[in-house]
C-alpha cells in the first residue's frame, strides 16, 4: 500500500522517522480520521477544512494547499485500488527538529495519509451500547483535533475496563461529549448537543445530524445538558466518523428508558445511510 507524505507518495514500509520528531515528542500536530464507503470518500471536504482550521489555530502550516491536498487524496485512493469501506488517517506535524519545546526555524511539517480497512460497527448500532461518565480532564481547546490524546486514551481505557464503549466526558456537572464522539440527548421529540465552543471537537457527523434534523423538522438544540439529565432522558446517542451514529441503552450500569435504541436515534440512522448512501444496519 501507498502512503502520502508531504513530498510525495512512498510505499508504507518506506516511511521512516527520526526519533527527534515533533509528532512522538510533544503530540505537536493536527490530525484527521476520514470514511471511505465503497471507495469514496464521505464528508472530505468538511473533515479538510477542519484540518485547515486545527493547524492554523496551532500556527501550523500544512505542506500542501488545500485544492493539492484534495486531489492528492483522491489519487492516493486510485493508487492503493481502494473500492470498498476503509478509512483514511492524516495527520500533519511541526516536523523533525532536535527537540525544543519552542517551534523549530527553517523546518517544514511533516505530513502523512494512510488508508486502512474499517469494518461498520454494526451490532452497535443495531443494538446499542453501554457507556460510562467520567470527569472531563482535557484542556481548553477542545475543538482543535490536536494529537495529544492521552485523556482521551484514558477515559476509553476505563470505559472497557468496565465493559463500556464510551465514557461520557463531562466538565462538573456539564456533558461535553465523550472520549471520541460527540453526544446528543433526546427529551420530548427535541435533540439536545452542547454548542460548538472551544470544549468539544466539532464533528463532522454532528454536524450532519443537524442538517437531518432540521430536515426532518426535529428542533436540534444546541444547549448543554447535565450528568443528572443522562438519567431521564427519552434516548441517547454518540456520534463519530468510525461509529456513524450509536445508540446509547445503559449509563453507568442504568437502562436508558426500556433499554432499546429509540426511534428518534434510528430514523438519523437511516437519514444517514441515506446520506451516505450505504445499506441499512438491520
Ligand atoms: N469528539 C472527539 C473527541 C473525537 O475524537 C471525535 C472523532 O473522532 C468526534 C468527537 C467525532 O468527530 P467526527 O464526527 O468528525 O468523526
Known amino acids: 500500500p501507498y502512503l502520502l507524505t508531504e513530498s510525495d507518495y512512498v510505499h508504507q514500509d518506506a516511511l521512516s522517522y527520526?526519533?527527534?520528531?515533533?509528532?512522538?515528542?510533544?503530540?505537536?500536530?493536527v490530525y484527521e480520521v476520514i470514511r471511505i464507503y465503497g471507495g469514496r470518500f464521505y464528508q472530505l471536504h468538511d473533515h479538510?477544512?477542519?484540518?485547515?482550521?486545527?493547524?492554523?489555530?496551532?500556527?501550523l502550516e500544512v505542506p500542501y494547499e488545500k485544492a493539492e491536498l484534495l486531489e492528492k487524496l483522491a489519487t492516493l485512493l486510485e493508487k492503493n485500488s481502494v473500492t470498498t469501506d476503509?478509512?483514511?488517517?492524516?495527520?500533519?506535524t511541526r516536523g523533525s527538529a532536535p527537540r525544543d519545546h519552542a517551534f523549530p526555524?527553517?523546518?517544514?511539517?511533516?505530513?502523512?495519509?494512510y488508508i486502512?480497512?474499517?469494518t461498520r460497527k454494526t451490532e452497535e448500532m443495531k443494538h446499542g451500547v453501554s457507556v460510562i461518565t467520567h470527569e472531563d480532564e482535557r484542556w481548553q481547546?477542545?475543538?482543535?483535533?490536536?494529537?495529544?490524546?492521552l485523556p482521551n486514551?484514558?477515559?476509553?481505557?476505563?470505559?472497557?475496563?468496565?465493559?463500556?464503549?464510551?465514557a461520557i466526558l463531562h466538565r462538573g456537572e456539564r456533558v461535553t461529549e465523550c472520549s471520541s464522539s460527540n453526544v446528543f440527548l433526546?427529551?420530548?421529540g427535541s435533540v439536545y448537543t452542547h454548542p460548538e465552543t472551544n470544549q468539544i471537537l466539532h464533528g463532522c457527523v454532528r454536524t450532519r445530524v443537524r442538517t437531518f434534523c432540521q430536515e426532518a423538522g426535529i428542533p436540534f438544540v444546541e444547549q448543554s445538558f447535565t450528568v443528572e439529565d443522562l438519567q431521564d432522558a427519552d434516548e441517547l446517542f454518540l456520534t463519530s466518523t468510525t461509529s456513524e451514529i450509536v445508540p446509547i441503552v445503559k449509563v453507568d450500569g442504568s437502562a436508558v428508558q426500556d433499554g432499546k435504541p429509540g426511534d428518534l436515534t434510528q430514523k438519523l440512522q437511516r437519514a444517514y445511510e441515506a446520506d451516505a448512501q450505504i445499506e441499512h444496519v438491520s
Open 48 to 59: 479538510i477544512d477542519r484540518l485547515y482550521r486545527s493547524a492554523e489555530a496551532i500556527k
Open 186 to 188: 433526546v427529551k420530548d
Open 116 to 118: 486502512a480497512d474499517l
Open 105 to 113: 526555524v527553517g523546518v517544514g511539517a511533516n505530513l502523512y495519509a
Open 18 to 29: 527520526p526519533f527527534e520528531e515533533r509528532g512522538l515528542q510533544f503530540g505537536d500536530g
Open 86 to 92: 476503509a478509512k483514511l488517517y492524516l495527520q500533519v
Open 141 to 149: 481547546n477542545c475543538y482543535i483535533k490536536s494529537l495529544n490524546l
Open 153 to 166: 486514551v484514558l477515559a476509553k481505557q476505563t470505559a472497557k475496563e468496565h465493559g463500556a464503549y464510551e
